[in-house]
């Protein structure tokens, strides 16, 4: 028997990496949970939202994304991004209404989930980009501003009228006067030790800030310097119910929704991604859709808040050690104990050490160097900056939108400059490349081979099929075109009426043509067109190198 069967036949060995692997989510989950719970009551002040708001989307995130998610470091709680928006969201709609804004509040997360889960079911997980870094790194830079300057407005305790930062700051600072330092001297000393803290992996320091500041709060009683408490936390869990509201608040709610899906997707992706890539692990994004479906969905029925896979707890997890989906189970249900205990106690916390929580949780957002590859790359630089200012100048959820129309206007920008290739032979090879970056490759002659550089679709088609006509028409002496659709996953109804033009146009030049490389959604539905607009002859998932082997050996035969 070879050494590795006998070490595996071993009882008193195999077991001993498992206990490891179990040691190391407890103490991974015990670190976390130190963490979560008072990021999820600052959280929900972020979102103008009673502190439980924040615990029950904690435990939502947690039970569901442990029960359906892919990621073994993934935590899903609620995230400073979401609940700037909800607040946002919510109060642009509620008009001053308390009552209304957290009805709405429990009808947005709720569409949010009913997003993810449609996505879910119709496996477009694999659409992940759809915010483009730069865009969302910028949104990230301007949200960490606006956070933290409102966070500080209201420890120093004034009340800026207008949300946009060209009006908020100055405001601020006209109240200068009025500013309580009692509550910012609380404030950056809870900030010093959060940051000190954070050098110790393993040490709760959230969770400790906020013993030190209730013991600081009661001994020096802080209260009569103005600084507030955060007050009572009703853990009461709702009736699950559908909110009442009237077909067009659920209208923009679906708009509001759709944006909120986007955002909260392409942060949770992004920290999913980068930590599976680090560690080898594969990735399910169809999976974890409905992971986030559920987690929204049951934080929205017992009034939660909406959550996401957050890249700082995701961090914090495995930095802390974890190994497996485990920790993220630890954690809750030590929170669970914690709520059960010691909830009173949290009530106690300082307002200011609560706002300290909240801008040490965005800060690693505001590092500026983030944008440095951009800049010497020369490109997107513009875009990022677009993204920042638009935050800063029209608040939070209308530089959202107009976030995500910079990235929509960046895709069609990419499509509308699609260009075709003319692709020629290297040497004797089987390789055939653009001439146009490749001067040494070579033409076959009476042979041109096209090639789009991006998929064929409504908004590029025409375009694309048009430089190809031009191209036929510029060249001489050939009898075949061949038409490589590599790029092409598929094919609209747009795509395929220009290529029937493209068709026509071919056979009036009296030219044969041959399509390259389909894939077979392509092949399939060009097969079950109307001849014959689309001749069987022509279509082949042949490589080009086949295809123009093929057209040689034809025209020897027909010699």
Request: hydrophobic residues 55%.
């Amino acid at each position: 028997m070879a050494p590795s069967q006998l070490q595996q036949a071993d009882p008193s060995v195999s077991p001993q990496p498992a206990k490891r692997i179990y040691l190391a989510d407890l103490i991974a989950g015990l670190s976390i949970a130190g963490l979560l719970l008072p990021e999820a009551v600052a959280y929900s002040s972020i979102a103008n939202l009673p502190p439980q708001t924040g615990v029950i989307a904690l435990f939502a995130g947690l039970l569901c994304y442990g029960l359906f998610g892919s990621s073994r470091f993934a935590i899903v709680s609620a995230t400073s991004s979401s609940a700037a928006v909800l607040a946002a969201a919510t109060a642009s709609m509620a008009n001053g209404d308390i009552g209304l804004r957290m009805t709405l509040a429990i009808g947005l997360v709720m569409i949010t989930g009913l997003f993810f889960l449609l996505a879910g079911l119709a496996r477009m997980g694999s659409v992940t980009d759809f915010i483009a870094k730069p865009v969302l790194r910028g949104f990230a830079f301007g949200l960490a501003i606006v956070i933290i300057l409102k966070q500080f407005a209201g420890v120093v305790g004034v009340h800026p009228e207008h949300s946009d930062m060209t009006r908020f700051i100055p405001e601020m600072l006209a109240q200068a006067g009025r500013w309580n330092w009692i509550s910012v001297a609380v404030m950056a000393a809870a900030l010093a030790l959060l940051f000190l803290f954070a050098r110790l992996r393993r040490v709760p320091g959230a969770l400790l800030v906020i013993v030190i500041g209730v013991a600081a709060g009661q001994w020096l009683n802080l209260q009569q310097y103005g600084v507030g408490l955060v007050g009572s936390i009703h853990l009461q869990l709702a009736v699950p119910t559908l909110p009442v509201l009237s077909r067009a608040d659920w209208l923009r709610l679906g708009e509001l929704g759709f944006a909120m899906g986007m955002i909260l997707y392409a942060e949770s992706y992004g920290a999913i991604r980068s930590f599976a890539i680090k560690h080898g692990d594969t990735t399910a994004p169809n999976r974890d859709l409905l992971a986030l479906g559920a987690s929204n969905l049951l934080s929205g029925l017992f009034h939660g808040m909406p959550v996401g896979a957050g890249y700082s707890a995701t961090s914090a997890n495995e930095a802390a050690g974890a190994t497996s989906s485990l920790s993220g189970w630890v954690a809750m249900l030590v929170i669970l104990a914690i709520v059960l205990t010691l909830l009173p106690g949290i009530a106690l916390t300082p307002e200011p050490v609560l706002a300290a929580i909240v801008i040490h949780a965005v800060s690693h957002t505001l590092n500026p160097m983030v944008f440095r590859p951009y800049f010497q790359w020369r490109r997107d630089r513009l875009v990022v900056i677009a993204s920042v200012v638009a935050v800063l100048l029209l608040g939070v959820l209308d530089g959202l939108l107009v976030s995500i129309a910079i990235s929509i206007f960046m895709m069609l920008r990419q499509f509308s400059q699609s260009t075709i290739s003319v692709l020629g032979r290297l040497g004797q090879s089987h390789d055939f490349v653009n001439i146009g970056t490749h001067p040494e490759a070579q033409a076959v002659v009476g042979i041109i081979i096209l090639r789009p550089n991006e998929p064929l679709f409504f908004a590029n088609a025409e375009r694309i099929l048009s430089q190809a006509r031009r191209s036929i028409s510029a060249a001489s002496g050939l009898h075949t075109v061949i038409l490589s659709l590599e790029e092409s996953p598929d094919l609209d109804s747009t795509s395929l009426e220009g290529l029937h033009d493209f068709f026509s146009f071919v056979s009036a030049s009296g030219l044969r043509l041959l399509l390259a490389r389909l894939k077979d959604p392509v092949y399939d539905i060009m097969k079950n067109a109307v001849e014959p607009a689309f001749p069987a002859a022509s279509l082949s998932a042949l490589s080009v190198a086949e295809a123009v082997h093929l057209t040689l050996a034809d025209q020897q035969m027909t010699a």
